[in-house]
Nanobody, 123 residues
Framework: QVQLVESGGGLVQPGGSLRLSCAAS????????IGWFRQAPGKQREGVSY???????YYVASVEGRFTMFRDKVKNTVYLQMNSLKPEETAVYYC?????????????????WGQGTQVTDSS
């Protein structure tokens, strides 16, 4: 079982940037497929970015070109760099993981997740 702890959320102005972190403990993160999801108030959780243990990340159309997911194997941490943020992207952002060797886009296939980190538009 892997424990996940997200951090890096906060207040951000439209067009601003934040870097979210997802630190894993318990197992090596490198063997896990990763997904970043977000849930805005009153809305369902939606996927943002996904990655297999090896290979490039996939981004949903609404964040393509603005968000970047990357791993630090030494720190056993996954990051989500978010640029040009929009007010409607205010949400709780979650990191999720599953012990699979392929890219997973369906949230119900993930088996581990953190407590989330809040990203809020400050305008």
């Amino acid at each position: 079982q892997v424990q996940l702890v997200e951090s890096g959320g906060g207040l951000v102005q439209p067009g601003g940037s934040l870097r979210l972190s997802c630190a894993a403990s318990g197992v090596a993160f490198t063997h896990y497929a990763i997904g970043w999801f977000r849930q805005a108030p009153g809305k369902q959780r939606e996927g943002v970015s996904y990655a297999a243990p090896i290979g490039d990340a996939y981004y949903v159309a609404s964040v393509e070109g603005r968000f970047t997911m990357f791993r630090d194997k030494v720190k056993n941490t996954v990051y989500l760099q978010m640029n040009s943020l929009k007010p409607e992207e205010t949400a709780v952002y979650y990191c999720e993981a599953v012990f699979r060797g392929v890219l997973i886009t369906r949230e119900n296939e993930y088996t581990n997740w953190g407590q989330g980190t809040q990203v809020t538009d400050s305008s």
